[in-house]
Every structure is written in structure tokens, then in C-alpha cells.
């Protein structure tokens, strides 16, 4: 088993936001945060796929958070890609949780959550356990029907 290791010990979110999240930083009311205070706060983007997203982020004592909601929908893949890479460097490791259902919370039918924990590294399996390493989805594609014509 792979372990992914932090850079170094502490938070790893960016310090410094990301201008598209920055512009979208609620500044006025009961959630709002100051310009410039990072990646904690209430924030409205346009999504890669065409949906508004609300996001929220903030550091806790052992983890980083952010959570990822729609109007009428879960947000999909490529839209959590897309919050990662907001908050986290591409070569951060996050994660989402399947909680016991015994510890579930659900206060957002369409919400989805990524967590970083900041005092422990992340355990990861090996990249071959995935899928076939070097192979892209087109390329996977073909291989996979091949296999199905067989069978």
C-alpha cells in the first residue's frame, strides 16, 4: 500500500485563493468573509459544466474541508475536480468519506465533500489497482470492448 506524504506537516490548502473563487467570495451578510482570507468561506462559481456551484471551505484543528453543492443536483466528477484543484495543489491528495451510516449527516441533499486530514498522511492504493497505468480512457475503451467481444 502506498501512503501519500504531505510536502510538509500542517494545512496545505492554497494560502492564496484562486482569482475565479476569490470573484466569487460571499462578502455581505451572515456567511460572509473578508477579501483575501483564503480558502475559508462561502463561495458562488460557475462550474465547469455549466451549473453554479456553492461551495464552502474552512481549516479545522487536524483537517481541511470543502464542500461542493447545485440547486438540483450532486455535483459530478468533474465538478469536485474542479473545487480540488480551487483549493489544493493537482498533487495534493483529498479525499470523500462514506461514513457509517450510524455517523451520517446530511443537512444538503446535493452536497459532496472532500476533507484533507493535516496531521496524518492519506493511505493509497497502488495506482495499478485502479486500472491499467499509462492507458487512457480511449485507449481503455477499445481494450474493454475487445475483452467483451471475447467473453
Known amino acids: 500500500m502506498q501512503l501519500y506524504r504531505p510536502k510538509e506537516e500542517g494545512g496545505r490548502m492554497r494560502k492564496q485563493s484562486v482569482e475565479r473563487l476569490e470573484a466569487g467570495r460571499v462578502r455581505d451578510g451572515r456567511f460572509a468573509t473578508a477579501p483575501g482570507s483564503g480558502p475559508s468561506g462561502l463561495f458562488f462559481v460557475q462550474g465547469p459544466c455549466g451549473c453554479q456551484l456553492k461551495i464552502v471551505g474552512f481549516v479545522r484543528p487536524g483537517w481541511e ?16 475536480c474542479f473545487a480540488k484543484d480551487m483549493f489544493w495543489d493537482e498533487e495534493e491528495c483529498v479525499m470523500q468519506l462514506h461514513p457509517p451510516h450510524s ?6 441533499r446535493y452536497c459532496l465533500h472532500l476533507w484533507r486530514p493535516t496531521r496524518q498522511v492519506i493511505p493509497m492504493p497502488p495506482a495499478a489497482f485502479v486500472g491499467i497505468v499509462g492507458l487512457g480512457p480511449s485507449e481503455a475503451a477499445i481494450l474493454f470492448a475487445q475483452m467483451s467481444a471475447t467473453s
Open 65 to 80: 474541508h470543502v464542500s461542493v453543492s447545485t440547486p438540483r443536483r450532486s455535483p459530478n466528477w468533474e465538478e469536485m
Open 103 to 108: 455517523q451520517y449527516v446530511n443537512n444538503s
